[in-house]
T-cell receptor
């Protein structure tokens, strides 16, 4: 069965410094991987996705992630944090294993990013 | 603009009541999903539907029911059998595994 582990429940950075949010996955298939962001009391917004093309994936708002199969990791990075980046981030693995077809998304437990002045 | 609309944004339920959460999409997506979000637990799948008039149980379906009579609509009913219904509920739709999901803005349900 697929699973996702987000290694940090909370990360705090200063504005202008790099961001690193860590994610490891386990999957029986060749997975599709995603990062989503959620601001308080809002739905989830897709930041970026990996679907077996280039291993370095660029997303919105300056975020990027690198798929490393040997390490089963998909860490999210950004060179310079902005105050508006403060939110909760979810690493997600997608496997095409649902009954009746289709894909199932399995979510990590989330990493709360705090950005300080 | 295309998207998913969830209503209401906030919902209060008395003990023993059934309540229905609305989810409507105009993205022409075949697949729709309901997730429950609790603090520190990520999102957990309640029900999903790949096509009209068909739906499947997810990981935590007990105490919930759904219908899919139209492609655009996938309402979720939280029944009195759900013992701990207070949570944030998210509806999503998808066009395929490589595209991820599009999420609605959620409904926060509180039992009073």
């Amino acid at each position: 069965a697929q699973s996702v582990t987000q290694l940090d429940s909370h990360v705090s950075v200063s504005e202008g410094t790099p961001v690193l949010l860590r994610c490891n996955y386990s999957s029986s298939y060749s997975p599709s991987l995603f990062w989503y962001v959620q601001h308080p009391n809002k739905g989830l917004q897709l930041l970026l996705k990996y679907t077996s093309a280039a291993t370095l994936v660029k997303g919105i708002n300056g975020f990027e992630a690198e798929f490393k199969k040997s390490e089963t990791s998909f860490h999210l990075t950004k060179p310079s944090a902005h105050m508006s980046d403060a939110a909760e981030y979810f690493c997600v693995v997608s496997d095409p294993i649902l009954t009746g077809g289709g894909n199932k998304l399995t979510f990590g437990t989330g990493t709360q990013l705090k950005v300080e002045l | 603009d295309g998207g998913i609309t969830q209503s209401p944004k906030y919902l209060f339920r008395k003990e023993g009541q059934n309540v229905t959460l609305s989810c409507e999409q105009n993205l022409n997506h075949d697949a729709m999903y309901w997730y429950r979000q609790d603090p520190g637990q990520g999102l957990r799948l309640i029900y999903y539907s790949q096509i009209v008039n068909d739906f499947q149980k997810g990981d935590i379906a007990e105490g919930y029911s759904v219908s899919r009579e139209k492609k655009e609509s996938f309402p979720l009913t939280v029944t009195s059998a759900q013992k701990n219904p207070t949570a944030f509920y998210l509806c999503a739709s998808s066009i395929g595994v490589d595209y991820g999901y599009t999420f609605g803005s959620g409904t926060r349900l509180t039992v009073v």
